[in-house]
């Protein structure tokens, strides 16, 4: 009775999951959560920074012109007397959102193809895997102009033209990811139930491929949204009297010698989020593979 007793009044160790002990590894990343806190607030202000501002993008006061920052501007004016900061603020919001909805479509895309591909396997994949190829070898610069031309140019462009690079590389991590899967007995046990490939998919193998994916969403962010300055800057990109921060470090290089300020602002926003980008992507790739952690 008493060695029953002392059985029961053991501590139980409590298990964590995979998830739980990841998020404990980001949280102890000062560069990680410095930047996901960066990040949320240049968001933050972004999209709701002009609800509280009266002036608009686009308002002019061609008697001031290109003025320095002061009191009434903080981050001064343009040429044609805009205030940077709104415009600033402006751009934060078609910049983040295109690097943000392009990793989406490029993530889906990706994803899918990726998993389709690994999971099939023989003739499928190969076929599969020399058209990633072909697409690759297209140079892209040629395939924006070639949409601008068909299409016009639109703000929706940018997502469709940046979306259909970016999958490739998405694909090709997470094929690789698949076939390690593939090997794997819980997989094998669910072939051996005669479970639809679709829902193995679906079930088992993307839910496993999660960790390499988000993190290199992450880092797919900041390469969407230096595609966009790229853009912006040959003029291909977001078209005036809209601005992104593309468009404003285009502005800015055209005036860097007697207007600096115009030059310095939108590329200490744009290198901010970029670094913000880069330190939450190394920490959670830290985080979501055990073996890269250093604790």
Not at 59 to 82: M, Y
Request: charged share 15%; glycine share 10%; aromatic share 10%.
């Amino acid at each position: 009775m008493s060695f029953a007793t002392e059985i029961t009044d053991e501590p139980v160790e409590q298990g964590t999951s995979l998830w739980r002990d990841a998020w404990h590894r980001l949280a102890k990343n000062k560069l990680a959560v410095g930047g996901a806190i960066v990040l949320l607030i240049l968001t933050l202000a972004a999209f709701l920074g002009p609800l509280f501002i009266s002036q608009s993008y686009e308002t002019q006061n061609l008697e001031l012109g290109a003025t320095p920052p002061s009191a009434q501007h903080w981050l001064g004016t343009d040429t044609l007397g805009r205030d940077l900061f709104v415009r600033l603020l402006y751009g934060g919001r078609i910049s983040i959102a295109v690097g943000l909805c392009a990793t989406a479509v490029a993530l889906t895309i990706g994803v899918i193809y990726g998993t389709t591909s690994g999971f099939i396997g023989g003739k499928v994949d190969a076929v599969m895997m020399r058209i990633v190829d072909i697409i690759f070898a297209l140079p892209f610069t040629v395939f924006v102009i070639l949409l601008m031309v068909f299409f016009g140019r639109k703000f929706v462009l940018l997502f469709a033209a940046i979306g259909a690079v970016q999958w490739l590389t998405m694909a090709r991590i997470v094929r690789g990811q698949v076939m390690s899967l593939r090997r794997m007995e819980f997989i094998e046990a669910a072939e051996a139930l005669g479970l639809p490939k679709r829902r193995i998919i679906f079930r088992h193998m993307i839910p496993n491929a999660l960790g390499p994916i988000i993190v290199y969403a992450t880092l797919t962010v900041p390469s969407v949204m230096l595609l966009e300055a790229f853009l912006s800057f040959l003029g291909l990109g977001v078209q005036p009297p809209m601005s992104s921060w593309g468009v404003l470090i285009k502005e800015g290089a055209e005036n860097m010698e007697e207007f600096p300020w115009m030059l310095i602002f939108p590329g200490a926003a744009l290198a901010l989020t970029l670094f913000s980008l880069n330190f939450l992507g190394d920490g959670l790739r830290d985080a979501l593979d055990p073996r890269a952690s250093k604790d």
